[in-house]
């Protein structure tokens, strides 16, 4: 029994897809938008990069990590295109900045973090931020 589980655990390993994904529908533009799940290394580079010191250590720009969070884990759109950084740049996150409301960066953001393994528990969201 207990090597039927193990076997069970090691296919489950072996066959879920890597990185899951999702069409997320953004409703203002009539289009889909192609995201992924991204790996704990690549949100907590993320985190550092949203990051900025304080008087009481660091403090997370939210709007920066939304737009880091979208700009890695969006496979459409590329927010690398040229034509939108060089109307909306001179970065991928400016582009998104500028191009997204702050809802749709909520929205996407809770979507690739849930995607990622995130509850979709506020708590949880907080806890990847913190």
Do not use: Y
Not at 48 to 75: N, Y
Not at 87 to 97: C, E, L, R, S, W
Not at 101 to 130: M, P, Q, R
């Amino acid at each position: 029994m207990e090597e039927t589980k193990a076997n069970d655990v090691l296919r489950a390993l072996l066959d879920v897809e890597v990185r899951p994904q999702k069409m997320v529908q953004m409703s203002r533009f009539g289009v889909e938008f192609h995201i992924q799940a991204l790996d704990g290394k690549t949100i907590n580079r993320i985190r550092e990069q949203a990051s900025f010191p304080t008087k009481k250590g660091k403090q997370l720009d939210e709007e920066k990590f939304g737009a880091l969070v979208i700009e890695k884990a969006c496979l459409v759109p590329n927010w690398s295109e040229v034509q939108l950084v060089e109307k909306f740049g001179p970065t991928p996150a400016d582009v998104i900045q500028k191009r997204l409301l702050a809802g749709e960066i909520a929205k996407l953001t809770t979507e690739i973090l849930e995607l990622s393994g995130f509850s979709n528990d506020e708590e949880a969201l907080d806890e990847v931020k913190n």
